[in-house]
């Protein structure tokens, strides 16, 4: 009969975590901004905006170099 018992308590637990946890997500969702910036989605490095593009080509021979390294 008691482990009945604590498995009845168990469940509950587990229960009222879940629906906390559900709760504040739920909370969060309703409550929160759904709205960006424009501003937010630009990046913004030390300071300074971004100048040229972040993709630049490297040699082969850059890798063959770095992996003496690693």
Sequence with gaps: ????VHLWLLTVYF?????LVAGMVGG??????RHMARSTRQPFES?????GDAKLRFPIQFYLVAMLFV
């Design 28 to 33: 969060s969702y309703f409550l929160g901004q």
């Design 47 to 51: 300071g300074m905006l971004p100048v």
């Design 15 to 19: 229960a009222a975590v879940l629906a």
């Design 1 to 4: 009969m008691g482990g009945v």
